[in-house]
């Protein structure tokens, strides 16, 4: 088992920035592709950026590019998006997943991800 656990969620202005964390416990983290999604109010959960389990390559959705950023620290078990220029559009219930299997890429496929954490909100005001 995977325990998953987001923070760093709050309330920003439209320009402004934040960073996630997303702590994990139990089997070996630094193992895990590692990925972020998110949901907004009234839309279906949609991919936002994955890393695998060394930090050497990433994926990401085109609505993020050169925004955000993803990393990962494998000694502290956790997982880092850091969220940059902000829109309102970002708004959204943000969670982290780990994905066991071995993957050339990060997957960005959510039935590819075995464990999730409880998410953490995030609101952008205009």
């Known amino acids: 088992q995977v325990q998953l656990v987001e923070s760093g969620g709050g309330l920003v202005q439209a320009g402004g920035s934040l960073r996630l964390s997303c702590a994990a416990s139990?089997?070996?983290?630094?193992?895990?592709?590692m990925g972020w999604f998110r949901q907004a109010p009234g839309k279906e959960r949609e991919f936002v950026m994955a890393?695998?389990?060394?930090?050497?390559?990433?994926n990401y959705a085109d609505s993020v590019k050169g925004r955000f950023t993803i990393s990962r620290d494998n000694v502290k078990n956790t997982v880092y998006l850091q969220m940059n220029s902000l829109k309102p559009e970002d708004t959204a219930v943000y969670y982290c997943a780990a994905d066991t299997a071995a993957r050339f890429v990060p997957s960005g496929l959510q039935y590819e991800y075995d464990y999730w954490g409880q998410g953490t909100q995030v609101t952008v005001s205009s």
């Open positions: 890393i695998k389990w060394n930090g050497g390559r990433t």
């Open positions: 139990g089997r070996t983290f630094s193992s895990f592709a």
